[in-house]
């Protein structure tokens, strides 16, 4: 029997169907373990497996396969052994990813080690029939124990299927407490020049970008949902009165109407996997968020394979998912740490330091709001014993990440704006906007009222020039069906965040590969530029996004092939510089400090031409630390604090340049 047939043997055995009885919906456990490495999608991104424990678990694959198998059948009663015509519409897979098997030791004095085993299983609700992550949950574990040397292999291995074990029963646990799946079912009440008009909106679960299905296995696409209606179109097909659609959904009916975002690392760390961050995250915003997580699973082009070649689903996946509407980009890079000698010879001080970076982005690139958190920890450690480096690492990232989604929760205020086309020319299309919520080559949206209250979109335009209130845009598209061509009294729906747009001005930032003037180095200066930057208030675009949302998300993980993003459009590039420079070390007895001056620019350009830039400078002295340091810890020292006061000077730069504008 080949390995492929024995992993289903094992689930064909572990998971006996239950009789289905009106609207039940079934969980199928998708056969295998799923190890997050090696997706196309994720070239870049490190592995957080390594190969030895890695080893490990595939080598019981057997073993952790059949024993998955019982436990999703102890925590889930409504399970099925097959996917197939008669089941198809009424059944979610469920499947278990290793995220992250890492091993970190400590050499102790009496030869021994204490070693630590973090372990985080991933969790992930899907729709077979449309490649759709509805849900997904993480669990992580860290096992320690010590060993001396010549057994520290054979007790890898046995803790590391104890503690595979032990996680996979808490994430299961955890996972059906929260397993509250509903069906969703709309009528077509009408049709319209090829859009389909149905019967249900929002309130009962239908949202937009949603993919409904009939009996048949026809798709239709939600373009806009209202609250008890929703506009549809067909996905290679017709829509016609009376048609009969269903989704099966797992999104709270609170969340259905917000707007949908889905959080991309661009800059990780060595500790936390990316895709623990983006949960992490996106649990933390809680519901007073006025925006809704999509899950997102990379390694999902592995996970329909595995369905398909085990089921009679008998239905490919369309792969017609589209992209949400706005995206937020995380940047959470390695903690900095340091160890300070103290007079007592015994003791040492342990420094940790971690920054993160989030910004919310429109399509195409526009910076919407954008925020950072840090934090600091400091621990004592005696005679070399203290706490794990690895967990506090795990612990200041962590609550950075925290912090962070705590003031996207509580400052994100979407407002949703109506604006009215007032004049038609040849083509050009006028709005007023007051408000200044559009940007030129910003892509809007056309509605046309086909009835009371019932809003169809027909055209994708593009924002071509502001005359101070008046905006001119053009359609560029129909969406769908033979929509009539836009007049006087169509209308924009535009969804406008709190923060001020921060002028006409559109400012895109342009690393110079010259930026360090000066004797001393800044690591990831430009980011923390751009950083500030994003959070000053400047009307900025990111232009990374296209090309991090094209490598990272598409076909492998649930969402349509060839995503094509628009090319970030802005007027003027805004770039940074630096000169850091040591001026002395004083020491007094054996406390000493180091003295630097630091100076830094923000300046606009216009090609080579400055257009206005502000320089600001100041001297900054270190925090104490003994004349004994080691050269290295001092280094670390000197890295972590001089990246804290570059980054309020650069605040104090950015916004005094904002304020002349």
Sequence with gaps: MNKK????????????????????????????????????????????????????????????????????AKNFNNLTQQIDAKNRYRTLAVSVQVTRASRFEVNKKDGTRDIYLPLTLSL??????????????????????????????AKISQYTQQSFERTLDELLT??????????????????????????????AGIGKDDILLDAGGNEIKIEHAGQDYAVA????????????YARTSMMKLSDVKKPRVLVVVSDGNADIPDAVMSQLFADQLGADAQFAVLPLNANYGKVQAAID??????????????????????????????????????????????????????????????RHADESLQDVVTNGIGIAAADRREVALKNALVELAEKFSKEVKFKHATLEITDTDNGQLWVNDTAQVL??????????????????????????????????????????GSPPAPSKGDKLLIDQINTPAGGAMRLAYCPNPKSQVGSQFVPRYDELAYAVAAQTGFNMVNRSLKGLVERRVGSASGFKANIKLPEAAFDQCLESLYRIDPVDSPCEGDACSTRYKVKTAFRQKQGDTVSQQMILEHTFKTSGYQQNIDSTQLGQLQRAELYEDVGELLKQTAKNLFQTK
Excluded: C
């Design 233 to 244: 179109t067909p996905i290679g097909g017709k829509i016609s009165s009376g048609g009969r």
């Design 124 to 153: 992930y609700f899907s729709n077979p029939l449309t490649g759709e992550v509805l849900q997904s949950f993480n669990q992580t574990r860290v096992t320690t124990f010590t060993s001396t040397p010549d057994t520290i292999a």
């Design 439 to 480: 940007q030129p080559g910003q892509a809007v949206r056309i509605y046309r009222e086909i009835s009371k209250d019932v809003l169809v979109p027909t055209w994708e335009a593009r924002v071509e020039a502001r005359e101070g209130r008046r905006i001119a845009l053009r359609a560029q598209l129909e969406i769908a």
């Design 309 to 370: 070649s085990n089921t009679q689903i008998g239905s490919a996946v369309s792969g017609q998912r589209e992209l949400p509407d706005y995206f937020i980009r995380l940047v959470v890079p390695d903690v900095v740490e340091y160890e300070k000698p103290t007079n007592l010879a015994y003791k040492t001080q342990r420094h940790y330091k971690s920054w993160a970076f989030a910004e919310l982005l429109a399509k195409n690139g526009q910076v919407l709001f954008a």
């Design 5 to 72: 047939l024995l992993v289903s043997a094992l689930f064909l055995a572990l998971a006996p169907m239950l009789a289905s009885a009106g609207e039940t919906i079934h969980v199928y456990p998708v056969p295998g373990i799923f190890f997050d490495e090696g997706a196309d999608n994720q070239k870049g991104v490190a592995s957080k497996i390594s190969p030895e424990i890695g080893k490990v678990l595939k080598a019981n694959i057997r073993q952790n396969v059949g024993y998955a198998g019982q436990a999703i």
């Design 174 to 203: 955890h996972a059906a407490s929260q397993f509250k799946p509903y069906v969703v079912e709309a009528t077509v009440k009408e049709t319209w020049k090829g859009y389909g008009i149905l019967d249900k909106g929002y309130a």
